[in-house]
C-alpha cells in the first residue's frame, strides 16, 4: 500500500502499464489504478486532472523507453546495418507490449497532443537520421522515412491484429524481406 505522501507520478504510471498491459487501455480506470496502489482515486487528481493526461504519460514513457533502447542499440553503427538495427529493433520493442503499442499508436490524436508528438518526433528523427545520407533531398529523406515507418508499423499492426497466422510464410521472414528489400532500394 502507498501512502498518499508516497504516491508519485512514476508509481502512478507504473501501477497504470502494468494494468493497460494486463487487460488493454480501454480497461484503464483511476479506480483500478489507486486500488492497485492502495490509494484513494481523488488522491490521483494531484498528479493527473483527468485519465488522458495519464495515458499521455504512458505514452510518453513508452515512446521514451523504445527510443532509449534502439539508440543504445545503434551505438557504434551507421549506414545500411544501422537502418537494418533500427527497423528490427522498432519492430521487436513494439511486439513486445502489444497493448501499451496500441495505445501509443492508436489511443490518442497527436495533432491534440503536444507533449507526446515532441517524444515520438524523437524517434521519427533518429530513422531521418539514419535515412538522410542515403538521400539527395528533404522530400526524398521524408518520402523514405514514411516508407520505413509504412513498412514496421504495417507490420506490426498486421500481427497485432493476427492477419499473418495463417499464412505460409511466417511473419517474420516476410518482414525480414520485406525491410532488405526496401533497404536496398535506397542504397542502390
Known amino acids: 500500500m502507498v501512502q498518499k505522501r508516497n504516491l508519485s ?11 493497460v498491459n494486463e487487460s488493454g487501455a480501454e480497461s484503464l480506470r483511476f479506480s483500478q489504478v489507486a486500488e492497485a496502489l492502495g490509494v484513494r482515486p481523488q488522491a490521483m487528481y494531484a498528479y ?6 495519464l495515458k499521455v504519460a504512458l505514452i510518453v514513457d513508452y515512446l521514451d523507453e523504445v527510443t532509449g533502447k534502439i539508440e543504445k542499440q545503434l551505438v557504434g553503427v551507421s549506414g545500411e546495418r544501422a537502418l537494418t538495427l533500427f ?11 502489444p497493448e501499451m503499442t496500441r495505445l501509443a499508436f492508436g489511443g490518442i490524436d ?5 507533449v507526446a508528438f515532441e517524444h515520438l518526433h524523437e524517434l521519427i528523427s ?7 545520407p542515403f538521400t539527395s533531398s528533404q522530400t526524398q529523406m521524408l518520402n523514405e522515412a ?3 515507418r509504412a513498412l514496421v508499423f504495417g507490420y506490426v499492426q498486421n ?13 517474420q521472414e516476410s518482414f525480414d524481406a520485406a525491410l532488405s528489400q526496401v533497404i536496398s532500394n535506397l542504397t542502390a
Not at 159 to 171: N, R
Open 9 to 19: 507520478i512514476q508509481k502512478i504510471t507504473a501501477a497504470a502499464k502494468q494494468i
Open 48 to 53: 493527473f486532472p483527468d485519465k488522458e493526461q
Open 87 to 97: 527497423c528490427e529493433q522498432l519492430h521487436q520493442l513494439l511486439l513486445a507490449q
Open 110 to 114: 497527436y495533432s491534440h497532443q503536444e
Open 126 to 132: 533518429l530513422l531521418e537520421r539514419l535515412i538522410e
Open 146 to 148: 514514411r516508407l520505413f
Open 159 to 171: 500481427e497485432l491484429w493476427g492477419l499473418f497466422q495463417l499464412s505460409k510464410v511466417p511473419a
